[in-house]
């Protein structure tokens, strides 16, 4: 199963970087634009990952733009969607652990590459607990309709 990828311009640079340790990890992507650092629309890419993440086509995502808010609104915007904007690898893993995020933003003019590096090896090794965290996503996921 593939990771999908988005970025804009602003967040260009870290998602080609994120490819290369996806790679080294091991994980196929699905890499939904942008594909140059030329300016652009971040919901124009953030969308169409966010709906392959929620209709099953990929099983987790991660969003760059230049500071991570704005194409983590877009993706949460998506019945689905859990995405959270991580600053740190103890943010990724608690929000596995406790929300069952599918999605993941992070700010290309904030994280550099070693961080970002570390936010995805986590966010993508890390299991969902279950047991009292599972009621407060079933609340989360009921609150989107």
Known sequence: MKVALASDHGGYELKEYIKTVLERLGHEYEDFGCYGPESCDYPDFGEPAARAVADGGC???ILVCYTGIGISMVANKIHG??????????QAELTRRHNDANMIALGGGFTGKAMAERIVEVFLSTDFEGGRHERRVHKIMAAEN
């Open 59 to 61: 099983y987790r995502g």
């Open 81 to 90: 969607i859990r995405c959270a904007h991580c600053t740190d690898s103890l």
